[in-house]
């Protein structure tokens, strides 16, 4: 945003595909637009199947209303040459794309930019995606948030049972691609009920305990300082008979996406309760500030039979905010946030 003195406001998984560059308005279209109107201009680098879940008219329409346009970036031409940007929103992977990021943020400090490429980097491994809450340990009054016990194999699936064996991991083993890249592939996990079948299993991998939780997850969205919880169905409990008499490997290509919400459904409300929202907001922070990320979301469940028992299995960037109820106010919101602190940081 142009700003002088005042400030005026008036899962489909494809992240590899190569974006086509789509806008709402040509350069010339901005430029003017911009004499008229003192707009935060987002420029956008996403996929095609981002933009369209993300980028939705009704959400288009509210930014507009408020004071912001959202720009196309073309990866054709030099970031430098384009814009002028208050904000650059992205999801692309590669290292050509990273280091133009990177590039671009020591040329252009006075852009923000969501979020640094090196910090959205560290949740692609799911060996150091966890091990920030780990290190946390947070317990309060409210409850306790870990992670459940994990082993890393990088290859060999015929050393898996020893190696379980020998970190005393118990079975069942929920075992999950160690590249979180956002593609479909790396949502797949597979429940291993016995230690015959973790030969099967197809490293890398990261094998984690499962936890009984009463078949829900918490997806907690976070945006900024904004936190939205919502409820989605997730694998049900293990029984101990259960795990006596069945043995295999059983595979799920995708668990609490959007279509298995839980938040209408007719729970036992020791299951639903929402964790408590201080005990969220300390975690959100916390994270905020070891990952260096303003854009993700968690993937919490609470150990079955307890109330304040937490473990984090997942954390993902820039999640499927289409979805997440009232994602439009909330985001646009968070964009004028970020342009009225960059600019009372200047001004100071």
Request: aromatic letters at 8%; glycine letters at 6%; a neutral charge.
């Amino acid at each position: 945003m142009r700003l002088e003195e005042e400030f005026s406001h008036c899962d489909n998984y494809d992240e590899e595909e190569e974006p086509k560059t789509m806008s709402q308005c040509s350069i010339g279209a901005l430029q003017q637009q911009q004499q008229q109107q003192k707009f935060v201009v987002v420029g956008y680098a996403l996929t095609s199947k981002k933009i369209k879940s993300f980028l939705q008219p009704k959400f288009e329409g509210l930014a507009r209303n408020k004071g912001i346009l959202f720009v196309a970036i073309d990866q054709n031409r030099p970031l430098s040459d384009q814009g002028p940007f208050d904000i650059v929103l992205h999801k692309l992977t590669g290292k050509g794309w990273r280091q133009i990021l990177e590039d671009y943020r020591q040329t252009h400090p006075e852009v923000t930019v969501l979020d640094p490429p090196d910090a959205i980097q560290h949740l692609h491994n799911r060996q150091s995606m966890l091990q920030c809450v780990a290190d946390m340990n947070l317990s309060t009054s409210y409850g306790r948030v870990g992670v459940p016990r994990q082993l890393v194999i990088k290859k060999d699936a015929s050393s898996i049972a020893d190696a379980v064996d020998k970190a005393g991991l118990i079975l069942p083993l929920v075992a999950k691609p160690l590249v979180a890249d956002g593609s479909a592939k790396s949502h797949e996990l597979s429940l291993a009920y016995d230690q015959y079948s973790l030969q099967k299993l197809e490293p890398p991998l990261v094998l984690q305990e499962f936890v009984n939780h009463g078949g829900v997850l918490f997806k907690v969205y976070i945006v900024g300082e904004a936190i939205k919880v919502v409820r989605r169905f997730s694998l049900p409990d293990v029984t101990k008979r259960e795990l006596s008499k069945v043995t295999g490997v059983f595979r799920f290509p995708r668990v609490s996406c959007a279509a298995a919400s839980a938040d209408d459904a007719d729970l036992d409300p020791s299951v639903a309760e929402l964790p408590p929202r201080p005990l969220l907001e300390r975690l959100a922070k916390e994270l905020r500030w070891r990952l260096g990320l303003r854009l993700f979301n968690l993937d919490i469940i609470r150990e079955h039979g307890t109330r304040d028992r937490f473990y984090v299995i997942d954390i993902n960037y820039f999640p499927g905010y289409g979805k997440m109820p009232g994602y439009e106010h909330i985001f646009t919101d968070f964009l004028l946030s970020l342009v009225q602190s960059r600019y009372k940081k200047r001004s100071s």
